[in-house]
T-cell receptor, first 113, second 114 residues
Framework: AQSVTQLDSQVPVFEEAPVELRCNYSSSVSVYLFWYVQYPNQGLQLLLKYLSGSTLVKGINGFEAEFNKSQTSFHLRKPSVHISDTAEYFCAVSEAGANNLFFGTGTRLTVIP | DAGVIQSPRHEVTEMGQEVTLRCKPISGHNSLFWYRQTMMRGLELLIYFNNNVPIDDSGMPEDRFSAKMPNASFSTLKIQPSEPRDSAVYFC????????????FGPGTRLTVL
């Protein structure tokens, strides 16, 4: 079975500062990895996903994530955050070949002016 | 495309009443997922369908919950009888069914059971 751990439930950061949101997964099989974002009172939207190939994945809104197989991690980064990045971010994993996702508990990013 | 459509957006009901949540997936999508989101438990997968057939309902909390997908363009999640602990935001998501395809989420239904 797959599982996802998001170590930080809340991350406050000042505007224009860099941010890293951490995600670790466990699985006994090959996996696909995802980051979704949820803005207040909305559903989740895909930020980026890793399927195979290059371990550095670029997504929308200037976010990127790096897959590290040895550390079973898929941390999300942005070099300079904006007020509009304030949202909840979810890491998710699926077994390669499957289409159902297992979500982490989410990290609430708050960008401080 | 209008995206995934959920109705109602908000539902307030009294304990013991029946609640029906509705979802219209994106046209052409073959997989549909129902999730529940609460502060305590986060985002939980309740059930998902492929080609209108329930594939995994292990996340359905108990017999009070049931879900149907009578055709490719409509699904319902029913709670009967409802209890205060069912209060949550319920999301529907759809995808083409291909492995690793993006799940597209609806705006959610905020359910409050008094």
């Amino acid at each position: 079975a797959q599982s996802v751990t998001q170590l930080d439930s809340q991350v406050p950061v000042f505007e224009e500062a860099p941010v890293e949101l951490r995600c670790n997964y466990s699985s006994s099989v090959s996996v696909y990895l995802f980051w979704y974002v949820q803005y207040p009172n909305q559903g989740l939207q895909l930020l980026l996903k890793y399927l195979s190939g290059s371990t550095l994945v670029k997504g929308i809104n200037g976010f990127e994530a790096e897959f590290n197989k040895s550390q079973t991690s898929f941390h999300l980064r942005k070099p300079s955050v904006h007020i509009s990045d304030t949202a909840e971010y979810f890491c998710a994993v699926s077994e390669a070949g499957a289409n159902n996702l297992f979500f982490g508990t989410g990290t609430r990013l708050t960008v401080i002016p | 495309d209008a995206g995934v459509i959920q109705s109602p957006r908000h539902e307030v009901t009294e304990m013991g009443q029946e609640v029906t949540l509705r979802c219209k997936p994106i046209s052409g999508h073959n997989s549909l997922f129902w999730y529940r989101q609460t502060m305590m438990r986060g985002l939980e997968l309740l059930i998902y369908f492929n080609n209108n057939v329930p594939i995994d309902d292990s996340g359905m909390p108990e017999d009070r919950f049931s879900a149907k997908m009578p055709n490719a363009s409509f699904s319902t999640l029913k709670i009967q009888p409802s209890e205060p602990r069912d209060s949550a935001v319920y999301f529907c998501a759809s995808t083409t069914g291909l492995a690793a395809d993006t799940q597209y989420f609806g705006p959610g239904t905020r359910l409050t059971v008094l």
